[in-house]
């Protein structure tokens, strides 16, 4: 009930193409949903995050959509640049279990210039 | 850059040995986060304090043992550890309890610990 299932396990896109993550969950008691990037050597960066009660949030290239009913949610990276290859990892968590996040397996970007 | 600091970046040490990784923010938060994470893996949580007090941990072995000296603060001892520990240990950090969920953690860079 904890699960939350990522694919594809890597990507590798041309600048300016779209990348595209999707994420699934099983527990519908998780109520916020973000995404984190994290660059070789470096910690894990928040990068976007989502509540359910919004189907979309977008923040410059980076957008998020949400699927409710379908417990799954998706990261689009628009035009994308070399700068975002990095791997990234969608969480979920829920208030009744604090401030603990469960990750995604994580998926590894590679965007060709 | 990061506003949690981790120190030492590196650690190599033996099974026998007893070392400290240390974690420190100055951005008032109340919530402080040991994880774990293993190459190509997602990270693991491993302890949660909420205003200095201990409120998760996610069954970890006692030859790790946590301490937060005050609300900046954040060590992990080591202890006769086994190969298999070697990992990137991140400290996190958030604002307010634990129970806030915001789920919005701030990472260190971490400490990456060899085992031999």
Redesign the interface.
Known sequence: QQQVKQSPQSLIVQKGGISIINCAYENTAF????W?QQFP??????LI?IRPDVSEKKEGRFTISFNKSAKQFSLHIMDSQPGDSATY?C?A???AA????T????T?VLVKP | DTEVTQTPKHLVMGMTNKKSLKCEQHMGHRAMYWYKQKAKKPPELMFVYSYEKLSINESVPSRFSPECPNSSLLNLHLHALQPEDSALYLCASSQGRATSNTGELFFGEGSRLTVL
């Open positions: 109520d916020y949903f973000p984190y050597g470096k910690g894990p960066a928040l995050a990892f969480a968590s829920m208030k604090g401030n603990k996040l990750f995604g397996g994580g590894r």
